[in-house]
Each structure stands twice: as structure tokens, then as C-alpha cells.
């Protein structure tokens, strides 16, 4: 009861508005139960100045996606997890707590819904308008599902996709190339590192120098040049003697692009990460500084949005004439493609999405984001966590490699957690290594797991994860449902299901589970069922989609899938 109180007081619960959130670490419970405990950690982390983009209004990444619908809510959500029993079942929408349900402890604590809308209604318009009635919110991936990890958790994924574009257009790594990028916030803001450890250098363009201070101030961005022509200086020496090196630029991506061709300067590979799949509070169109941008989306948003979308096909024709010239180019995940086809650039598509061109591979064998948290606050629990997995998989010097520089370079944010995509058959071995360890007192305080929504069997994404899925079925979102369905069956502490993502409202439908490692012999069941099914639904994903290493996977693995003969 004195845990309640004390963290009621520290949390400033009742207050209904802005305040500074950090997790609270330690071994001792405040809730009913770790499930409900890592919850509420794990809300609180995506809160963290650290972590979170705007916390004052519950942003955490990905232009407007949010932790809580309101900060009265947020007290609401606390409340109720501090409450909420062994049996019971919370149920969240849009990032409002809605109803507490008898379940039994086998069930999920928590089952979140975000920003979902009947499809012929799932527009940008028709969202903001239930926003502004304040009956949504944006939940993007794992803002509103609470296993945000701050710029780590995307890092990863960012520095597989540069290695692999290494090794497939260089067949190297990215020593000596030069790769031109734009946006450093949450997800984009790991691009400067990612590129770093794939040993390439790296122009990051940013219009907010805020984002750009707080990139350096974490290492994962090493320096930032004045003007244009100082970066690409910059940039070359660094290629010449083959140093990686990553440089911040403090301007508008869409001024920059045409400036570099006009200069003749073409990078060796073109990306963006600006938050292009919102044209309202993500993307700045350019003709404005930051300041006045700002102004505008409150002012004029209709206007607003006009400009940024004239902006974002500049953007995409710069790309495609770059692409022209030479460059590999691809997109990253954030719609600016499809946006651009809304000002008329027809040939958008003719740059391939990331998914298709690196990671599908990876899906088709269930690897995806396993990512996980130390609830201790301790960061020596997840250096405990590195070694026992180097110990469990000795065999995979990929990872090994991994994990020593991340343990090495990065810092952690708000709570201490790690990234490390896995496959099919090791994330459960991970997950009960975790509850040995627990049980075993080597941690000091239970592991939550979980992952990114963009995972092999999660998303139904046609511009992103099931871009040109080879049977066609790109827009087929059963598969993601199956997969949120599957989470709940087998027994994952929570679910979430949401609408929009990274592409935006209307353009992709994805799933997320989370699970906690709390030393018991129910949660290493749990713990096994859910890290075995989840990338299962993966595997049969793809295997159904006819792809023949998801196929091989499934057969040697044991993902049971059943025969249909078509007459
Ligand atoms: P964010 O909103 O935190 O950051 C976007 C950044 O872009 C901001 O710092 C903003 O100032 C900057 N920016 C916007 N317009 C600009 C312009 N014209 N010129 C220069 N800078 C500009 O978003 P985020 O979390 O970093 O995500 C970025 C995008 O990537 C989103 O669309 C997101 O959905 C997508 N995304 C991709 C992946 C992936 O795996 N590839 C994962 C998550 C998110």
C-alpha cells in the first residue's frame, strides 16, 4: 500500500496535466503483479524526456504518435493498472482506459486498440477530426502499446538494412560510401549510428536543431556542419580515407536535395526518415523556417498541408534524379512515395521500399525486433542479459558482433533495454533464458519482451512491410489479425492492435505482443507459447505468400501448415 501511495506522489497522479514522467526501477511491486507492474513501467518509459520526442503532449515518436490519449487519462491508466487484479483485464482505446474485465490469469492484462477505423472512414481528415473531438488518438507502433525503447529499439533494424545494402550493391560493408538522409528524430535519429557501424559516412539533414543536439548529445550523431557545402566536405574527406563519420545538417530536406544536384553532388545511396507519412504534424514543407512552420500548422493547417505535399514530390523527383545518377536509392519506411503520388509523381514507386529490397529475407526465416527491458532500472541487468545470450547462441557471430557494439556505443534511454532480431525457435529460447535468470536472482528484477509492431507476421502494410509480397497479397490484413489473435491465445501479458503506423492512417494495420519474465513456472509457459507463435504467424505468412525459404523454414522447424490441393 505505501508502494501505491508513493508512486501516486511521484507520478503527480491527479494533476490531469504536463509533468516529467520517469519509470520506476527496483524490485519492489507498486501493482497487483508484474504484468501489470511492467505496464505501468513501460508507459512511463515512453514518457521519459529521454525517450519520448514531446512528452509534455504524451508524443513519443513518429510525428503524433502518443503514450496516453490525454494526461487525464494517462492518471486514469495508472490508477487503474495499480488496481488492477491478477484476474482482470484492461481494456485501452485510442489511449483511453474503457473497461476492466474479470478474465482469469491465463489472459492477457491488457488488451490495447489504437486508432483503428472502418476502413471506407480510415483517412488522415476523418482521424484528426475524432482527435480534435477527443475521441482517438494516434497510437503509431509501439508508442501506444507501450514497449517504446527509445532510438535503440529501431537501431538494429536500421543497421541490418544498411549492412545488407552493403553486401548486396558493394558486397562490402559501407566503408568509403556516402549516404544522404533526412529526419533525426525518434526512429530516424538512429540512421547517423546505424550508418556509422556499417562503417559508412553519413549526411543526416534535420530542419529542427533541437533533434540534431539531442542526436549528439547521445553519441549517435558525431558532428554537425554550418552550411551545405561544409557537409558535403566534409562527407568526402571521410569517404576518402574511409572513416565513418555521421553529419548533422540544420535544414529543410527539400531545399537540400535540389542543391545538391544543381552542385552535381550525387551520394552513393539515398534514404528519408522525415515523419512524411503525416503531412500535417510531421513533415515541413519547405519556403519556411522551423519557427514559422510551426505557426502555420496551427494557423492554416489546410494551407499547411498543400505545401508539404508540393515539398514531398520535390523531395521524391530529387530522389528519382538522383537515382538516375547513379544512386542506390530506397525508401524508409514512411510513405513519402504514395505522398508524393498525391502531387502527381507517378513514377514514386520506381525506388524500392526497404522491406523488399533487405529485410524480407529475414521475415521469411521469422527473424524480426526481439526487444528487451531490465524493469530493475539497472543497467548491469542487461550486460547480464548480453552474456548469457552470446552463452545460449554461440554459434551466431552475426549477433555476437552486434552485441558488442551495442554494449559498447550505445546509451541507454530511460529504462535500460536492448535490441537483438532473432528467429524462429530462439526468441523462446531467449524468453525462458530470462525467467531463468530471474528466478535465478541473477537479474535484480523481472525482463519485460517485446517488439516492434514491424515484424514478419504483425503488419498488413502494402508501402512497407508487405510491399510486393510475391502473391499479390499486399493488402491483405487478415494475416495481422491472425497474428494479434494468435498473441492473445497464447497468453501474452498484453496486445495491441492499431491502424496507421509509421505510413499513416488508412495504410497499414499491425499487431504487438509483450511479455514479462518474472521468474515463475506460468510465465516460462507463457513466455515459450508466445515467442514460438508469434513469429509462426510469420513464417505461414510468407510461406503462403509462396516463398520458398519460408516454406524450407517452416518445414524443418515444425510450423505445422496445412495442406490445401487446389483442384
Ligand atoms: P519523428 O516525427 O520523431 O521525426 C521526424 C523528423 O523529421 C523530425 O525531427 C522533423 O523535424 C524532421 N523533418 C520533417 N520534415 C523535414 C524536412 N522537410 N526536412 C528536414 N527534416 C524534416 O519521426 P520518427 O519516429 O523519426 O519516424 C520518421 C519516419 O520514419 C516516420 O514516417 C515513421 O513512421 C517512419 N518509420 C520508419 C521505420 C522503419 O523501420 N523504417 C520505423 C519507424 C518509423
Known amino acids: 500500500m505505501r508502494q501505491k501511495e508513493k508512486i501516486i506522489k511521484e507520478l503527480h497522479i491527479g494533476c490531469g496535466g504536463p509533468r516529467p514522467v520517469k519509470a520506476p526501477g527496483g524490485a519492489e511491486l507498486h501493482c497487483k503483479g508484474w504484468y501489470q507492474e511492467a505496464a505501468l513501467r513501460m508507459l512511463c518509459n515512453n514518457l521519459d524526456p529521454d525517450n519520448g520526442e514531446n512528452p509534455d503532449e504524451l508524443i513519443v515518436y513518429g510525428g503524433l504518435g502518443k503514450a496516453a490519449r490525454n494526461w487525464e487519462c494517462f492518471d486514469a491508466i495508472v490508477r487503474t493498472l495499480l ?18 474485465l474479470k478474465t482469469s490469469k491465463s489472459a492477457p492484462r491488457i488488451l490495447i486498440a489504437n486508432s483503428n477505423l472502418v476502413p471506407r472512414w480510415a483517412s488522415w ?64 535519429g538512429a540512421q547517423p549510428l546505424a550508418v556509422t557501424m556499417a562503417k559508412g559516412v553519413a549526411v543526416c539533414v534535420e530542419i529542427d536543431q533541437s533533434r540534431i543536439e539531442k542526436r549528439l548529445k547521445k553519441h549517435y550523431l558525431d558532428t554537425q556542419a554550418p552550411t551545405l557545402d561544409e557537409a558535403i566536405a566534409k562527407a568526402q574527406e571521410a569517404a576518402k580515407n574511409k572513416t565513418p563519420l555521421s553529419i548533422g545538417l540544420c535544414a529543410n530536406i527539400a531545399d537540400i ?19 512524411a507519412h503525416d503531412e500535417l504534424n510531421g513533415y515541413f514543407p519547405r519556403g519556411l523556417t522551423f519557427a514559422q512552420a510551426l505557426q502555420l500548422r496551427k494557423a492554416e493547417p489546410e494551407k499547411y498541408k498543400n505545401m508539404a505535399l508540393d515539398s514531398m514530390a520535390l523531395h521524391v523527383r530529387a530522389i528519382l534524379e538522383m537515382q538516375k545518377r547513379g544512386a542506390v536509392a530506397f525508401d524508409y ?29 529475414l521475415f521469411c526465416r521469422g527473424q524480426g525486433p526481439f526487444r528487451w527491458v531490465a524493469l530493475s532500472g539497472n543497467p548491469e541487468d542487461i550486460r547480464v542479459t ?26 541507454h534511454m530511460g529504462l535500460p533495454s536492448r535490441i537483438c532480431w532473432l528467429g524462429y525457435g530462439e526468441r523462446e529460447k531467449a524468453g525462458k533464458l530470462f525467467n531463468d535468470l530471474v528466478r535465478e536472482g541473477k537479474v535484480r528484477a523481472p525482463i519485460v519482451i517485446g517488439r516492434d509492431h514491424l515484424d514478419c507476421g504483425s503488419v498488413a502494410s502494402p508501402y512497407r512491410e508487405t ?74 505468412r510468407h510461406a503462403d505468400a509462396g516463398y520458398e ?17 487446389m483442384c
Open 83 to 100: 488496481d488492477l487484479e491478477n484476474d482482470e483485464t484492461l481494456l485501452m482505446q485510442s489511449g483511453k482506459p474503457v473497461a476492466v
Open 125 to 188: 481528415d476523418y482521424f484528426h477530426k475524432l482527435d480534435r473531438m477527443g475521441l482517438m488518438m494516434y497510437g503509431q507502433m509501439t508508442a501506444g502499446s507501450w514497449i517504446y525503447i527509445g532510438t535503440q529499439g529501431i537501431l538494429q533494424g536500421t543497421y541490418e538494412t544498411f549492412a545488407s545494402l552493403g553486401q548486396k550493391h558493394y558486397q562490402s560493408d559501407l566503408r568509403g560510401k556516402i549516404i544522404v538522409t533526412a529526419g533525426l528524430g525518434g526512429m530516424g
Open 257 to 275: 536535395l535540389p542543391a545538391m544536384l544543381q552542385k552535381g553532388f550525387i551520394p552513393d545511396v539515398i534514404t528519408d526518415q522525415t515523419s
Open 333 to 361: 519506411g514512411n510513405n513519402l512515395r504514395a505522398q508524393a503520388m498525391k502531387r502527381g509523381v507517378d513514377n514514386a514507386m520506381d525506388y524500392p521500399g526497404f522491406v523488399p529490397a533487405y529485410i524480407r529475407e
Open 386 to 411: 548480453d552474456r548469457e545470450l552470446l552463452r545460449l547462441f554461440p554459434e551466431k557471430t552475426k549477433m555476437a558482433n552486434w552485441l558488442k557494439m551495442a554494449g559498447e556505443k550505445i546509451e
Open 467 to 540: 510491399e510486393a509480397m510475391k502473391d499479390g497479397s499486399d493488402a491483405v490484413a487478415d494475416w495481422a489479425i491472425l497474428n494479434c489473435m494468435s498473441n492473445v491465445a497464447s497468453g501474452a501479458a498484453w496486445v495491441s492492435f492499431h491502424d496507421g503506423g509509421g505510413v499513416g492512417i488508412g495504410y497499414a494495420l499491425h499487431a504487438g505482443q509483450v511479455t514479462v519474465a518474472d521468474g515463475t513456472d506460468e510465465s516460462e509457459k507463457k513466455l515459450i507459447t508466445v515467442l514460438r507463435n508469434d513469429p509462426a504467424t510469420g513464417i505461414a
Open 549 to 565: 525459404t519460408a516454406i524450407r523454414v517452416a518445414e524443418t522447424k515444425g510450423v505445422k501448415i496445412p495442406m490445401v490441393n
